[in-house]
DNA sequence: TCCTATGTTGTATG
DNA sequence: ACATACAACATAGG
C-alpha cells in the first residue's frame, strides 16, 4: 500500500499510544526488517520509555519516545502498522510488537521489504534528517522542481517523480496521477518541458500530493472519484478525461499507466480526443 | 505453473 | 556522471 498518504495514515494509527510507556517490546531479532539497526539495543531501550511523538517524512515514519530515543519505520511494499489487543501474541509477518495501556502497536511486513531504523540522541539522526522538503510543504517550490528537471534532463519524467531525494512519498500510483493530469507524457525527457509544462507539473504535484492526504491520508480510504487510480490497475481501463483506452507499459523500470488522449508522446503525434 | 504487485538496492553495461 | 536493464530481496493472490 504506502505510498505518502498511506504511510501518513498508517503512521496516525500508532497515536492510541501518545503519552503512554511501553510495558513489553517483542520483536523477531533474525527479521530482515532489522537488518540495518541492533534489535537487541533498541529492545532495552524501548521498554519503559513513553511515546512522545510521531512524524511522516515521505514514505519515512519516525517514532519519538522518550527525549532522545527515535525509531525509524519503512514500510516497503506491503508494510502495515496496527493496534492489537492488550497481550496480543506475535503471529506471523508481525516483526515488531510495543505493548501499551492502550493496546499493542504492532508493525507487520510479509513480503519484508521494510525496514526498522533504531537511533539514540538529541539530534535528528541521520536517516531522518537528510529527508528533503515534502511536496506540500512551502520549501517545494517551482524553482526546486525546475532545478530537479535540469539536472536529470535526460531522465524519463516517471523515473524522476520516482526519486525519494527529489519528490519524497511519490510512489507508483501517485506519479502516474500527477503526469496524467499534468497531461505529460511518462517518457517525456525531465529536460525537454517548457514553463508552461513545468508550471502544470509542479500544480499537479501538489494538487495529487494534497488530495492524497486529504482522501487517504486522513480516513485510510480511497483517492477521489475520478482520479487515474481508479481505472490503471488493469488492461483496458478507459481514461476518464478523454474516453480513449489507456495504455500501460514498463517505463523507468515500472508499470506504467497513461493516457493518449491526454499525454502526447515524445516528438510523436498530437493527443486525441473523442 | 506463471505472472503480477503502491519499494529499494546493488551490479553490470552502455 | 548518467541512464538503463536486470536481479535480488520474499510473499500472496489471480
Redesign the pocket.
Known amino acids: ?3 505518502l ?2 504511510v501518513e495514515f498508517e503512521r496516525h494509527r500508532w497515536s492510541v499510544g501518545l503519552g503512554l510507556a511501553v510495558s513489553r517490546v517483542v520483536l523477531d531479532e533474525a527479521a ?1 526488517v532489522f537488518r540495518d539497526t541492533d534489535p537487541r539495543a533498541l529492545r532495552r531501550s524501548l521498554r519503559g520509555v513513553t511515546l512522545t511523538g510521531s512524524e511522516a517524512r ?3 515514519i519516525c517514532f519519538r519516545f522518550g527525549s532522545d530515543l527515535w525509531l525509524g519505520v ?5 508494510g502495515e502498522l496496527f493496534v492489537a489487543p492488550p497481550g496480543h501474541a506475535r503471529r ?2 508481525e516483526h515488531l510488537l510495543l505493548e501499551t495501556a492502550a493496546g499493542c502497536l504492532g508493525f507487520r511486513d ?6 526498522v531504523r533504531f537511533a539514540r540522541g538529541a539530534e535528528e539522526p541521520d536517516w531522518w534528517r537528510a529527508i528533503p522538503p515534502g511536496i506540500t510543504s512551502d520549501a517545494f517550490t517551482r524553482a526546486r522542481l525546475a532545478e530537479g528537471c535540469a ?6 519524467l516517471k ?2 517523480l ?1 526519486r ?1 531525494d527529489l519528490f ?8 502516474d496521477e500527477v503526469l496524467w493530469r499534468a497531461g505529460l507524457h511518462p ?1 517525456r ?3 525537454s518541458l517548457d514553463s508552461e509544462e513545468l508550471g502544470r507539473l509542479f500544480r499537479e504535484l501538489r494538487f495529487v500530493a494534497r488530495g492524497a492526504l486529504r482522501s ?1 491520508g486522513a480516513s485510510g480510504g480511497d483517492p477521489p472519484r475520478g482520479w487515474l487510480f481508479w481505472v490503471r ?1 488493469k488492461d483496458g481501463g478507459i481514461c476518464p478525461r478523454s474516453g480513449v483506452t489507456l495504455v ?1 507499459e ?6 506504467t499507466c497513461w493516457s493518449p488522449g491526454v499525454q502526447p508522446e515524445p516528438g510523436g503525434r498530437p493527443p486525441r480526443t473523442l
Open positions: 500500500m504506502p505510498e498518504a498511506e530482515q515521505g514514505k519515512q519503512h514500510l516497503g511494499m506491503t506471523k509477518h510479509p513480503r519484508r521489504f521494510g525496514r539536472r536529470r534532463a535526460r531522465s524519463p523515473a524522476l520516482l525519494q519524497p512519498g511519490v510512489g507508483n500510483w501517485m506519479a517518457r525527457r525531465a529536460g487517504v490497475w500501460r514498463t517505463v523507468g523500470g515500472r508499470t
